[in-house]
């Protein structure tokens, strides 16, 4: 079977399209352009802001004028993951995508259906003439994955629309009507070369196999965290060995829990037969504790060409021990949702930078602001007490539920009439920029819904295909009996 065999056929052969189109986070020229282009074929009034959202608009079709204007909102850019074993140049390169009975995923990367399909979606209502719907805006927005960017910057009066549909959620059949807010905490340390001593025996340790995932919609689920399973192992190797710390360097976005990780290290060479059978055993350990949830976990010990310097011995204890101090995963639940993820921190990265710095990024997101914060000042203060420089990202806000949104019930019934059941009405833990957009647009009424997919932000993406053609019947419903203006 063929992407073109697929249905609903017109939103796929738009997300075919764009999966030929780079379109990395902070790197969305070519998927700029492209909407640009698109615009001026279908003869549609196409603008462009000053920091790269486009905004594309379409006349009602005859007979809806009298409809209120809807937004139909998606951002641009995507989470570029691949497995280490993958070439792939996510500037320069197309996805290439693969059928797996009911999903469609691509071939060692990311699929870049987050958001992608959200696009494509916008793309097959702009380019059709047979679809029901009032006055309609499509709102393309930068960078939304690693830093809300477009939508930090969206300004009022760039739209105009009285209803907004976020097409950015992940769970076919579910409505979100809030999500939480989140904020970047950054540590630096800064460490001196020293030369390591003769007669050392040199090993590059690995974490592979680990699922990953989103920061967010994920968290809950209790996976594994590359960073933290590296710096468990060595820590234990430092306070048996004298062990010099070469290289460091694990996940990569701040909102995916990293699933890989590696250190060059060196032991004193009678050492060398102690330090693998000591991972051997803690190997065990891992596995045993991740049995269930990590059952692809690989810690890997190979011998390593040998290196002149190393990070200073004073600066690898106290890097150890904050990472070893810093939380990660779940903090706190809902108390007003049952089953919902209050709050929540992600030890996403470790890497070493130029001029003789360890970067260390990790995320915090919170339904309620003040938890949100606090749990950037417990990181804050991890890495404060181990001599680390830290910075703090913008942070965004959170979008509060409105349980009697209009939309939400027009949403609401067109399901139960569709498909005979009740759509679920939830918030998500994940960050989504609906709540910036109501910074700057306070009368929007929202909501978020979407197809179904899975291990988002990890080459494990998926997408369900039989949910993308409710997912679009649901929207070509919902279009078609929006509320009419006041």
């Known amino acids: 079977m063929e992407l073109s065999d697929l249905k609903p056929a017109i939103v796929f052969h738009y997300f075919n399209e764009i999966c030929k189109v780079p379109r990395p986070s902070k790197k969305e020229e070519k998927i700029i352009a492209f909407l640009e282009a698109f615009g001026k074929e279908h003869k549609l009034e196409t603008k462009k802001d000053e920091c790269g959202n486009i905004l594309i ?8 004028e009298h409809l209120k204007t809807v937004v139909l909102q998606s951002h641009v850019d995507m989470v570029c993951e691949k497995n280490s074993d993958v070439t792939h140049n996510f500037l320069t390169d197309p996805i290439e995508t693969e059928i797996d009975g009911e999903w469609l995923k691509a071939k060692g990367t990311t699929l870049g259906a987050d958001n992608g399909i959200g696009v494509a979606t916008e793309l097959t209502i702009l380019a059709s003439n047979d679809i029901e719907h009032g006055p309609l805006e499509c709102l393309f927005t930068i960078d939304e994955e690693t830093g809300l960017t477009g939508a930090f910057a969206l300004k009022e009066g760039f739209m105009n629309a009285d209803i907004l549909l976020n097409l950015d959620s992940e769970d076919e059949g579910e409505l979100f009507i809030g999500c939480a807010g989140g904020i970047d905490s950054i540590a630096e340390f800064h460490y001196k070369e020293v030369s390591v001593p003769e007669s050392y025996f040199f090993f590059k340790v690995e974490v592979k196999g680990l ?7 994920d968290i809950h689920l209790g996976r594994g965290n590359a960073n933290k399973i590296l710096n468990r192992f060595l820590s234990q190797t430092a306070t048996k060995y004298d062990l010099y710390l070469c290289e460091i360097n694990g996940g990569n976005l701040r909102n995916a829990i990293p699933r890989e990780a590696y250190a060059v290290c060196a032991v004193p060479n009678d050492k060398k037969e102690s330090v693998r059978v000591d991972l051997n055993v803690f190997t065990s350990e891992i596995e045993n504790e991740l049995s269930i949830i990590e059952p692809d976990l690989k810690l890997i010990l190979q011998s390593e060409t040998p290196r002149k310097t190393a990070i200073d011995q004073d600066t690898t204890a106290r890097l150890l021990k904050t990472l070893y101090a810093t939380p990660h995963g779940v903090y706190a ?3 007003d949702i ?14 070493m930078q130029a001029g003789n710095s360890i970067k260390v990024e990790t995320s915090q997101r919170s339904s309620v602001l003040s938890a949100r914060d606090d749990m950037a000042n417990t990181v804050r203060a991890a890495f404060e ?6 910075s703090f ?5 959170g979008w509060k539920p409105n349980p009697h949104s209009e939309i939400l019930e027009v949403a609401a019934a067109s399901y139960k009439r569709l498909f005979g059941v009740e759509a679920k009405v939830k918030a998500i833990h994940a960050g989504l920029e609906c709540g910036l957009f109501l910074d700057k647009y306070p009368s929007l009424d929202m909501i978020s819904f979407g197809p179904t997919l899975i291990g988002v932000h990890s080459p494990d993406e998926r997408m369900h295909i039989p949910s993308v053609d409710k997912f679009w019947k649901h929207l070509l419903d919902v279009l078609a009996n929006i509320p009419e203006k006041n």
């Open 333 to 335: 639940m809902s108390q």
């Open 385 to 390: 007490l181990g001599g680390a420089d830290i």
């Open 211 to 217: 699922k990953g995932g989103h920061s967010g919609g």
């Open 57 to 64: 608009k379409k006349p009602a079709t005859q007979g809806k």
């Open 393 to 397: 990202g913008d942070g965004y806000p």
């Open 338 to 351: 049952p089953g919902l993820v209050e709050t929540s921190t992600n030890l996403a990265s470790v890497k």
